[in-house]
């Protein structure tokens, strides 16, 4: 059966520090990753990956994958406040399941 | 434009009872997801809709139904309510079936008591 395992599952960091959100998958069929940020009520779209080492980037959020080892990371640079939130990752396989892992609860310190 | 929009907010109902919850994709887009998020864990995945027909669907029992309507809104019914169906019911709206950058709603809290 498909998995999708997050690591840390809580993490609490200082303003301005970085942090390395790590998503480890078990897929049959893979079609791609997904990552998500969930602060109140609805996650919000920020990454889709479905290829090997191509980062993508959107202001101080990057995150690559590495179909080889089946893992992902979401890394946040000089993190700020309004980055506290659960960070979801996904993955998707060609029977268009998706599977979600736990969340990573992220805390940022003023 | 509107984005995803889900009915009612919060919830709250009796072991044994039935509920029904309704989504209103973005606009654009043709297909409903539903997903189930317990507190504490990531949302998991009921069922998919797509063409008015049921795509996909997890690891849910029967008492779980959905339905989509020509404006491809979705209605969740659950019967026979449990303690265990109390969570956030999330639904994500996209193009297409292979159009996985989903957009969800705000959700629907539903309580059993």
């Known amino acids: 059966e498909d998995k999708v395992v997050q690591s840390p599952l809580s993490l609490v960091v200082h303003e301005g520090d970085t942090v390395t959100l790590n998503c480890s998958y078990e897929?049959?069929?893979?079609?791609?990753l997904l990552w998500y940020k969930q602060e109140k009520k609805a996650p919000t779209f920020l990454f889709m990956l479905?290829?090997?080492?191509i980062e993508k980037k959107s202001g101080r959020l990057s995150s690559i994958l590495d179909k080889k080892e089946l893992f992902s990371i979401l890394n946040i640079t000089a993190t700020q406040t309004g980055d506290s939130a659960v960070y979801l990752c996904?993955?998707?396989?060609?029977?268009?399941?998706?599977?979600f892992g736990k969340g990573t609860r992220l805390h940022i310190l003023p | 434009d509107a984005g995803v929009t889900q009915s009612p907010t919060h919830l709250i109902k009796t072991r044994g009872q039935q509920v029904t919850l309704r989504c209103s994709p973005k606009?654009?887009?043709?297909?409903v997801s539903w997903y189930q998020q317990a507190l504490g864990q990531g949302p998991q995945f009921i069922f998919q809709?797509?063409?008015?027909?049921?795509?996909q669907r997890g690891n849910f029992p029967d008492r779980f139904s959905g339905h989509q309507f020509p404006n491809y809104s979705s209605e969740l019914n659950v019967n026979a309510l449990l303690l265990g169906d109390s969570a956030l019911y999330l639904c994500?709206?996209?193009f297409g079936t292979g159009g996985y950058e989903q957009y969800f709603g705000p959700g629907t809290r539903l309580t059993v008591t």
């Open positions: 994500a709206s996209s």
């Open positions: 897929v049959t069929n893979f079609r791609s």
């Open positions: 479905t290829s090997s080492g």
């Open positions: 996904a993955e998707t396989n060609r029977d268009d399941k998706i599977i």
């Open positions: 606009s654009g887009h043709d297909t």
């Open positions: 809709y797509y063409e008015e027909e049921e795509r």
